[in-house]
């Protein structure tokens, strides 16, 4: 009787092993995971650069720069991030709006933009404030636009997207009139979601 078991267990090793369900589902989800990411990633890029085309088309000339040419022209920008957070928290509308454009464009750049830096500097929750702003529809574009460019940096800058209130915001506005504030919110909606399970659910 053990001659026969020992040679159903031999058989058995020769056998492959089944797929376990849990484990294949579980792939799926990282590998569609990376696959929302690199398509986010490539999304991103095709529209910093149609923003940096815009710029062009308003009369200035677009600028080629090295890789060493651009990450110093970040870092000259960012002396300017103290004034434009100035901007952002003033109660004055129009200077908010060009503060929030500048560290829209700031963040806008193709090559390690320094969402920290933003971050840091303590902005983002004015930012999902004026996400609220339905007077102002181009304050509420060019912040939904940041923030956007926030939330597709690390897990860690989406979360803070998140915490810091932005997710009911952007659906809300998905009822918005104007069409260009919908769009920027399902791009935001669609960096959030797509930066994790979690984030998703």
Same mark, same amino acid.
């Given at each position: 009787?053990?001659?026969?078991?020992?040679?159903?267990?031999?058989?058995?090793?020769?056998?492959?092993?089944?797929?376990?369900?849990?484990?294949?589902?579980?792939?799926?989800?990282?590998?569609?995971?990376?696959?929302?990411?690199?398509?986010?990633?490539?999304?991103?890029?095709?529209?910093?650069?149609?923003?940096?085309?815009?710029?062009?088309?308003?009369?200035?000339?677009? *600028?080629?720069?090295? @890789? %060493? !040419? &651009?990450?110093?022209?970040?870092?000259?920008? =960012?002396? $300017?991030?103290?004034?434009? #957070?100035?901007?952002?928290?003033?109660?004055?509308?129009?200077?908010?709006?060009?503060?929030?454009?500048?560290?829209?464009?700031?963040?806008?750049?193709?090559?390690?933009?320094?969402?920290?830096?933003?971050?840091?500097?303590?902005?983002?929750?004015?930012?999902?404030?004026?996400?609220?702003?339905?007077?102002?529809?181009?304050?509420?574009?060019?912040?939904?636009?940041?923030?956007?460019?926030?939330?597709?940096?690390?897990?860690?800058?989406? *979360?803070?997207?998140? @915490? %810091? !209130? &932005?997710?009911?915001?952007?659906?809300?506005? =998905?009822? $918005?009139?104007?069409?260009? #504030?919908?769009?920027?919110?399902?791009?935001?909606?669609?960096?959030?979601?797509?930066?994790?399970?979690?984030?998703?659910?």
């Amino acid at each position: 009787m053990s001659f026969f078991r020992d040679r159903v267990e031999d058989r058995k090793k020769n056998f492959k092993k089944g797929i376990d369900a849990e484990d294949a589902r579980r792939r799926r989800d990282e590998n569609s995971l990376q696959i929302r990411k690199s398509k986010r990633e490539d999304n991103l890029k095709k529209r910093r650069n149609r923003g940096m085309a815009a710029g062009a088309s308003n009369g200035a000339a677009p *600028v080629q720069m090295s @890789e %060493s !040419g &651009a990450l110093a022209s970040v870092s000259s920008k =960012l002396e $300017s991030l103290p004034s434009w #957070v100035a901007m952002v928290t003033s109660q004055d509308i129009e200077a908010a709006l060009q503060g929030t454009v500048q560290i829209r464009k700031l963040l806008s750049v193709e090559k390690k933009p320094p969402i920290q830096d933003v971050i840091a500097a303590g902005v983002v929750p004015r930012l999902v404030n004026f996400l609220g702003c339905h007077q102002n529809p181009k304050l509420q574009y060019e912040a939904a636009w940041a923030l956007t460019n926030i939330a597709s940096g690390t897990s860690d800058q989406t *979360v803070c997207v998140i @915490e %810091s !209130g &932005a997710v009911p915001c952007f659906v809300a506005l =998905l009822n $918005s009139p104007r069409e260009d #504030v919908r769009e920027q919110c399902i791009w935001a909606l669609g960096n959030i979601a797509g930066d994790s399970v979690r984030a998703r659910d």
